[in-house]
């Protein structure tokens, strides 16, 4: 079941921290992609695709200039459109329905999220009617559809990995 995640409207410098996030979360939540839109910035797509290079896969962070095109071409894959947004209805009484659908595109916003987005989107869905962010309710959300099995989720091709410890910390390559 591929989710991909389409992050909109990064800004070059201010958000170069939540972006990256998004990236992380997407990536070690059990999505397979994050395509950013918004401001071009190749530093966040290195920074998000070294992580995948180093921690395993698979994964990848693009970037198209426009959302739409974004959302016709998944939509054309067959992909439902799924809009993170505080507006939508609760997660907990449309993640059954959403976990019947084979792919989806996960749309996260920025600073402001075009009208439009709620149009094109099969489900708005909140992650609580409260306003907080977009790393936040991508994770709950994957959370919730994965309904916590990403948790232990295998990463293919990873050169490191973390060896769990009570205190400390251990990290080994791996051949
Ligand atoms: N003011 C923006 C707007 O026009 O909607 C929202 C800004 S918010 C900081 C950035 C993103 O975080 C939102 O677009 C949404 O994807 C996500 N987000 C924040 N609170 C949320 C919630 N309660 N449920 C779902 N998504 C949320």
Redesign the pocket.
Known sequence: MPISVLR?GHRLGRDARISTHCGLVARALGAREIIYTGERDQILLESVNETANRWGGPFSAKYEENWKHVVKKYRKRNFSIV??????MPVQKVIRRIRKKKNILV???????PPQVYQEADFN??????????V??LAI?LHEYFRGKELGKKFRGAKLKIKPQSRGKKVEGVD
């Open positions: 909109l809009h993170l947004t505080m507006y939508g749309i996260i916003g920025g600073e402001k999220v869905i909140a992650v609580t009617g409260q306003p907080h962010s977009e936040a309710a959300f």
